[in-house]
């Protein structure tokens, strides 16, 4: 048992890994790409919003499939679209193919974003879904620490080409683990009555269903508040505090590894206390440590050990909030759990695109904006949490009550 455990996490966490290493490999080849293309940098970054933007819209229509055909197809699917077009991608003669390329690419790592939290769905709940969740996120994290600087260095060495040919050889892997290492867990027998109907019909029933909603939502400010780093580091440490590049992905790595440690006491953890406890009190303490950051920022402590001191203690218990609401909105929809985790990445990925643009309109010349835009994330997933889980504990949730 405890070898599947961890074969599932290493297959399921490699293929939700995909779209996220494409877009963090990628990030330190935008200005060469620019250089080498001819094209101007929005050209360049167009092609990257357009990876984001088909990746949310990938996921909506990935749940139903997963859900109609079994998990197995689609997968295979998306990963053999991701890897032909990151072949594309990496002989593109000119930026507008690169653009189209991008997008379709975005559509196949779609795939591993929404079905393997289906599979861990289908496979267990509670703490077994938890612990397994935990163990997804610690290969499927790898990425923002070791990408940024693997991208970097592999650049130098060999080009931004040489990018896509790497994610290419990435994506031939998901596939042979997928073929060799996981079972189907969507049985014939569970796709009767699945349809496009009902999978309309499953949508409409998510979005009246409050407390879907609002577990969906304390993961998506939580997640938020990463996305607002993600966007906005790199000029506020290297910009600012004149950080190098390597120096600014150790920091970086420093935040994701906070994130990843923590997250894998969530089994742990929510067998002893439970999962409504375990993520009423992560949120408290999530809240409290990035408005603490917002608070001595706006007093002018500006010193960036203490900003780096927090974040990576408000991150580290973003590690439980992320899994333990993924399982808990998750666990009352079993029966069409594709479709609720396609609906569940896709709102959490619009949620995260807006808190980027937004954040991104107040950036001047200090750190002020990015922590402005981490803290109100961090309080907003406070808010769904009260209103969503005041009433509820455990013995509660554990009764369907």
């Given at each position: 048992?405890?070898?599947?455990?961890?074969?599932?996490?290493?297959?399921?966490?490699?293929?939700?890994?995909?779209?996220?290493?494409?877009?963090?490999?990628?990030?330190?080849?935008?200005?060469?790409?620019?250089?080498?293309?001819?094209?101007?940098?929005?050209?360049?970054?167009?092609?990257?919003?357009a990876f984001f933007i088909s990746l949310g819209i990938g996921q909506i229509i990935y749940g139903p499939i997963s859900d109609m055909f079994g998990r197995k197809p689609p997968l295979y699917f998306g990963m053999g679209l991701f890897a032909i077009c990151s072949v594309g991608c990496?002989?593109?003669?000119?930026?507008?193919?690169?653009?189209?390329?991008?997008?379709?690419?975005?559509?196949?790592?779609?795939?591993?974003?929404?079905?393997?939290?289906?599979?861990?769905?289908d496979l267990h709940t509670g703490k077994d879904a938890a612990k397994l969740m935990s163990l997804l996120m610690l290969v499927f994290s790898v990425s923002p620490i070791l990408a940024p600087l693997a991208g970097s260095l592999l650049i130098e060495w060999a080009g931004w080409r040489s990018v896509f040919w790497v994610i290419t050889v990435a994506a031939l892997m998901a596939l042979v683990l997928l073929a060799t290492g996981q079972a189907e867990t969507r049985l014939p027998a569970d796709r009767v009555g699945s349809n496009l109907r009902s999978a309309l019909?499953?949508?409409?029933?998510?979005?009246?269903?409050?407390?879907?909603?609002?577990?969906?939502?304390?993961?998506?400010?939580?997640?938020?508040?990463?996305?607002?780093?993600?966007?906005?580091?790199?000029?506020?440490?290297?910009?600012?505090?004149?950080l190098s590049p390597r120096?600014?992905?150790?920091?970086?790595?420093?935040?994701?590894?906070?994130?990843?440690?923590?997250?894998?006491?969530?089994?742990?953890?929510?067998?002893?206390?439970?999962?409504?406890?375990?993520?009423?009190?992560?949120?408290?303490?999530?809240?409290?440590?990035?408005?603490?950051?917002?608070?001595?920022?706006?007093?002018?402590?500006?010193?960036?050990?203490?900003?780096?001191?927090?974040?990576?203690?408000?991150?580290g218990f973003l590690g439980l909030i992320i899994p333990t609401t993924?399982?808990?909105?998750?666990?009352?929809?079993?029966?069409?759990?594709?479709?609720?985790?396609?609906?569940?990445?896709?709102?959490?990925?619009?949620?995260?695109?807006?808190?980027?643009?937004?954040?991104?309109?107040?950036?001047?010349d200090s750190a002020t904006p990015m922590i402005a835009g981490i803290a109100g994330c961090a309080i907003l997933a406070f808010v769904f949490s009260w209103f969503t889980l005041r009433r509820i504990t455990d013995d509660a949730h554990q009764h369907g009550k």
């Open positions: 048992m405890k070898q599947n455990f961890f074969r599932n996490a290493l297959v399921l966490g490699l293929l939700s890994a995909i779209g996220p290493f494409a877009i963090d490999m990628y990030l330190p080849a935008l200005p060469s790409i620019g250089q080498s293309l001819g094209a101007q940098m929005s050209a360049v970054q167009a092609s990257l919003m990496a002989i593109a003669p000119d930026v507008q193919t690169l653009i189209v390329l991008r997008f379709l690419q975005g559509l196949g790592a779609a795939a591993g974003m929404v079905i393997p939290r289906a599979i861990v769905r019909s499953c949508y409409w029933l998510l979005l009246r269903d409050r407390h879907f909603l609002g577990l969906v939502f304390i993961g998506a400010f939580g997640i938020s508040s990463f996305f607002a780093y993600l966007a906005n580091s790199s000029f506020v440490l290297i910009d600012q505090y004149g120096e600014y992905s150790i920091a970086f790595a420093a935040n994701a590894a906070a994130f990843i440690g923590v997250s894998q006491f969530t089994g742990r953890l929510s067998a002893r206390f439970g999962l409504v406890r375990l993520v009423k009190a992560a949120v408290i303490g999530f809240a409290a440590v990035m408005t603490l950051l917002l608070l001595v920022n706006l007093f002018g402590v500006t010193r960036l050990d203490v900003m780096v001191v927090l974040l990576f203690i408000g991150y993924s399982v808990l909105a998750l666990e009352e929809h079993g029966a069409i759990a594709g479709t609720a985790s396609a609906l569940m990445g896709t709102l959490q990925f619009v949620t995260g695109a807006v808190v980027m643009a937004v954040v991104g309109l107040f950036v001047g």
